[in-house]
Nanobody, 123 residues
Framework: QVQLVESGGGRIQAGGSLRLSCDAH????????MGWFRQAPGKEREFIGS???????LYEDSMEGRFSISRDNEKNIMYLQMNSLKPEDTAVYYC?????????????????WGLGTQVTVSS
């Protein structure tokens, strides 16, 4: 069992930056493939990016450039650095853990999910 806790969300003006954290607790949690997703009001949840133990990453095309994912395997924390934020980035941001060594966009591949953290970007 793995528990995921997101933090770092909040309200920010357009153009600003935020760094979200995802703390993973549980047995062998540092071996899981990890992902970030977000869900805006009235929209489906969308993939942002994924990272595996080696640090290799996969991003949704529209996210790459402004968003960057990293992880600290010793601390069992994954990060999402978000720059040049726009009002359309307003959403609940979720982290997820899935199979080891696999980079995937598919929600169905992820086993554990956090409760999410709200990010609100004002214009």
């Amino acid at each position: 069992q793995v528990q995921l806790v997101e933090s770092g969300g909040g309200r920010i003006q357009a153009g600003g930056s935020l760094r979200l954290s995802c703390d993973a607790h549980g047995r062998s949690s540092n071996w899981y493939g990890m992902g970030w997703f977000r869900q805006a009001p009235g929209k489906e949840r969308e993939f942002i990016g994924s990272i595996i133990y080696t640090g290799e990453t996969l991003y949704e095309d529209s996210m790459e450039g402004r968003f960057s994912i990293s992880r600290d395997n010793e601390k069992n924390i994954m990060y999402l650095q978000m720059n040049s934020l726009k009002p359309e980035d307003t959403a609940v941001y979720y982290c997820a853990a899935g199979p080891s060594g696999i980079l995937t966009r598919s929600e169905n591949e992820y086993i554990y999910w956090g409760l999410g953290t709200q990010v609100t970007v004002s214009s």
